[in-house]
């Protein structure tokens, strides 16, 4: 067994720690722009705009294709058969975008006559920009330009926080001016902070590059069907105050989540590495689970104990019922934190099929538990769908990964 490299070591935790600063930054920027919001809106106006994210972040999937994790997984270490596009990825996935951006828009303006909410063509666009963004990351993150990505994350959104704040208070509270202003903020950090990090658009991408992410573009449907039909089922069949106060506890479980990633995807590019080493990746993977697993019943305690005083402290009194409704988000963190783990192991070692059928049964459970759950118990009933459907995950994934059947190759790990 090789030694620890002193420098690669050095190098990695100072990396680290400059995802985990740029994190922060941008995880404070959003709570505090999500809180600044959400007291203007009130709850019901609040409700409307976490209706509209989550439909966007749906509608996104279609903008993204999987390309997004596609570049990311070839560019840290290229399959033999993609090998060919690994220098053109990036504009094909930008072509795509573009193409894609303008179809969506144009739909969701036809819709506008038959009842769609005047916001959503803003919200689409805002979310070619938020795609546009995540891929600049995943380039950077690809590349090992840790300390850049974290720059460009920071810089991103504090130029969009700016804009929505210009734009609020110019403009009124409106989910349409948010998500306008948001998307400008963002266009407007890539034409400053990615001058080499523009690749030419192109345009179609190969069939090749759709077939191999099309594993990817499953794992997001699934994945965000479980992590955001819960507000669009909640909007049909709950009181908009009680959306707007589900929303203020889930931004808080978001923002827990975001400071999770970096860990994450360091973890997975070491794990993409080592693959070919077994023991190393083993232990890599064991330790990391256990870790994840620690944090989470952490922070299940501390969503149990904190929360009534911490939301009604960062939302105000308007939002009081929202306390309640992070415990029970908060208790999801068991499952959720060692999900990460498990998930980006599936990718890192080339066994996104079993992710793509855990995903797939997690969706499932969702959206049968929400349709089951919410119309008696409404918020609490989506919160519990939450805890469920990451247990379903993590199970299948387990089983998935460790279980004893033919594997995929490369082969993951034996235990």
């Given at each position: ?9 050095h190098?990695?935790?100072w990396?680290l ?9 941008t995880a404070?920027i ?5 809180v ?29 294709a999987?390309l ?9 270490s290229?399959?033999?058969?993609l090998k060919?596009?690994e ?23 036809a ?10 063509p803003a ?12 891929l ?9 330009q ?8 920071a ?10 704040i210009?734009g ?15 998307g400008?903020?963002?266009m407007?950090?890539y ?5 080499d ?36 089922i909640?909007?049909r069949?709950?009181?908009?105050a009680e ?5 203020a ?14 860990l ?16 190393a ?33 960062l939302?105000?009194p308007a939002?009081?019922?929202?306390g ?38 997690a ?9 089951l ?6 918020a ?15 199970a299948a ?13 490369p082969?993951?790990p034996?235990?």
């Amino acid at each position: 067994m090789t030694s620890l490299n002193p420098r690669r070591w050095h190098a990695g935790v100072w990396a680290l720690s400059a995802q985990w600063l740029s994190v922060l930054v941008t995880a404070a920027i959003s709570l505090a722009l999500s809180v600044w919001l959400a007291r203007r809106m009130e709850p019901s106006g609040f409700g409307r705009y976490a209706y509209l994210l989550n439909l966007a972040t749906l509608l996104a999937l279609a903008q993204d294709a999987g390309l997004r994790t596609l570049v990311l997984r070839e560019q840290v270490s290229p399959s033999p058969a993609l090998k060919s596009f690994e220098a053109v990825l990036p504009g094909l996935a930008r072509g795509h975008l573009l193409v894609t951006t303008l179809l969506l828009v144009g739909g969701c303006l036809a819709l506008i006559p038959f009842g769609a909410d005047l916001a959503l063509p803003a919200a689409v666009w805002c979310f070619a920009a938020v795609s546009l963004s995540q891929l600049v990351s995943v380039q950077l993150k690809a590349a090992g330009q840790w300390q850049r990505e974290g720059r460009w994350q920071a810089g991103a959104r504090m130029s969009s926080a700016l804009a929505i704040i210009f734009g609020v208070l110019l403009f009124g509270p409106e989910p349409g001016i948010v998500f306008g202003a948001w998307g400008i903020g963002l266009m407007l950090a890539y034409a400053v902070l990615g001058q080499d990090v523009r690749d030419r658009t192109r345009w179609p991408p190969p069939a090749p590059l759709y077939h191999a992410a099309a594993g990817f573009l499953w794992i997001d449907l699934a994945t965000c069907l479980y992590r955001r039909s819960d507000i669009v089922i909640l909007q049909r069949m709950a009181d908009p105050a009680e959306i707007g106060q589900y929303a203020a506890a889930y931004r808080l479980f978001d923002g827990v989540l975001l400071l999770a990633m970096p860990l994450a995807l360091f973890f997975f590019r070491r794990l993409r590495k080592t693959r070919d080493h077994a023991a190393a990746a083993r232990r890599l993977l064991r330790r990391s689970l256990f870790t994840a697993g620690a944090a989470g019943l952490g922070l299940a305690l501390g969503g149990a104990w904190l929360g009534p005083w911490l939301i009604e402290f960062l939302f105000g009194p308007a939002y009081q019922s929202a306390g309640s409704l992070l415990g029970w988000l908060f208790a999801a963190f068991v499952f959720v934190l060692p999900n990460y783990v498990l998930t980006q192991a599936a990718i890192a070692l080339d066994r996104a099929r079993c992710y793509a059928w855990g995903a797939g049964l997690a969706a499932v459970t969702n959206l049968a538990l929400n349709l089951l759950l919410v119309p008696q118990h409404g918020a609490r009933g989506a919160a519990t769908a939450v805890i469920a459907t990451e247990a379903m995950l993590c199970a299948a994934l387990c089983i998935g990964l460790f279980g004893r059947h033919k594997p995929e190759r490369p082969r993951i790990p034996s235990r």
